[in-house]
């Protein structure tokens, strides 16, 4: 995901002292496309056009130095508090605009943290006001990744003490290491990962089904001990398959979110040489292939072939390296405090800074996806983040900022 930084890119602090940035929408939208049909030699590459928004909108910084944060999220049941993860191993409440000095968990001293390792990914169980479940995502110190359950206690070293690894993965190289989660509208738990790292996917383990590298997975938590494999998931019955894969094809999908309307998955899928990807997946159908190694974003990559019998899905939109090296997703606003943003998927680039909004047609595929751009630059973009109440957040310059009208 940490791609390097291209282009002007204006840090958000660099804008001035005050708390509240405007960024209304950009006269053009270069680069960027979007799609309406289903096959990826066939979609037109139009350039979307970007059009006013009506009433602009503003980020309102809600807190400040918070150093290497890689995501935010609510916890159901906690109302007024954010949790922001730190690559380093932290997670810190922001509590009234105020991060407070304890921090909610710390396992520094169990992973391995730097370049694309680290802490990397939270998600809280949907009964957490009742089982005080939760779940990260990270780097150990042998590098390889762990997806693992813990209890919140009246102390960090407490819940620290909670720990349970449930799901293992080894990685081959240092990069690629994916680090989303999140719980679907079904209530399964969905973990992101890359194809491995190196340049390429040279084993082509995006299109292997024997291993998770590249992939969604899909995974039953609501027992008592590791996780089951969900008996309608796309491979649970396929001879040689890892019966947890849900999509694959996938380079390093940093950052997908659920539309918490119509339960559609939107994954921002990190391109290689040229290409960066919004795929969107129809809510609870599983077994897409968006790929990669033989495509990048609609274009042919000169990688291993498609797995037999497949077909990829295209992504609803993607741009070129001219507007960015490394995207990073985001969510769609159901809130209603922003009339102009409702229906709309909010993005960034974390190299160029550019930040766009996608309007959700109907459903994948429909009428093609429109795109702005909005106006603003913002340095280092690495999450969003949604509240209880569908307000959209983004992680950028060790700030944490909240759309406002």
């Not at 995006?206 to 969604?216: E, R």
Request: glycine residues 14%; hydrophobic residues 35%.
């Amino acid at each position: 995901m940490f791609a390097s930084t291209r282009g002007t890119v204006v840090a958000a602090g660099a804008l001035g002292t005050a708390a509240v940035l405007a960024v209304g929408c950009g006269s053009s939208a270069p680069s960027v496309t979007s799609a309406d049909t289903a096959t990826p030699t066939t979609v037109p590459t139009a350039t979307a056009q970007a059009t006013a928004a009506s009433g602009g909108l503003r980020l309102r910084r809600v807190a400040a130095g918070l150093a290497d944060a890689l995501f935010v999220t609510s916890a159901p049941g906690r109302a007024g508090e954010l949790y922001v993860v730190q690559q380093s191993g932290r997670i810190r409440v922001v509590r009234g605009g105020r991060v407070l000095p304890r921090p909610f968990l710390d396992i520094s001293r169990s992973i391995s943290s730097g370049g694309e390792r680290g802490l990397l990914g939270l998600a809280f169980d949907p009964g957490f006001a009742r089982n005080r479940r939760f779940y990260v995502h990270y780097t150990d110190p042998a590098g390889n990744t762990r997806v693992a359950r813990y209890t919140a206690r009246p102390t960090p070293a407490a819940t620290a003490a909670t720990g349970r690894v449930i799901l293992r993965q080894q990685q081959p190289y240092p990069n690629h290491n994916g680090g989303m989660l999140a719980f679907g509208p079904d209530g399964m738990l969905y973990v992101g990962l890359g194809d491995g790292g190196s340049a390429g996917d040279p084993e082509n383990r995006a299109q292997d089904l024997s291993t998770l590298l590249g992939k969604i997975l899909r995974i039953d938590v609501r027992g008592n001990g590791g996780y089951r494999v969900p008996p309608d998931n796309p491979f649970a019955r396929t001879a040689g398959a890892r019966g947890e894969i849900w999509h694959y094809g996938l380079r390093n999908p940093w950052r997908f979110s659920f539309d918490r309307t119509t339960g559609d998955l939107w994954i921002a899928d990190v391109g290689q040489n040229a290409i960066e990807e919004i795929d969107r997946a129809p809510a609870g159908r599983g077994g897409l292939n968006f790929g990669w190694n033989a495509w990048e974003g609609r274009s042919r990559f000169d990688g291993g072939p498609l797995r037999p019998g497949s077909t990829p899905t295209p992504p609803v939109a993607q741009y070129t390296h001219a507007s960015g090296v490394s995207v990073t997703g985001g969510y769609v606003y159901r809130g209603t405090a922003i009339p102009a943003l409702r229906g709309r998927y909010v993005y960034a680039d974390y190299g160029s800074g550019r930040v766009w909004t996608l309007r959700a047609a109907a459903r994948p595929g429909a009428p093609r996806e429109e795109t702005r751009r909005l106006g603003a630059r913002l340095q280092g973009v690495t999450s969003f983040g949604e509240d209880a109440a569908g307000g959209v957040y983004v992680i950028a310059n060790q700030s944490l900022y909240r759309f406002t009208r």
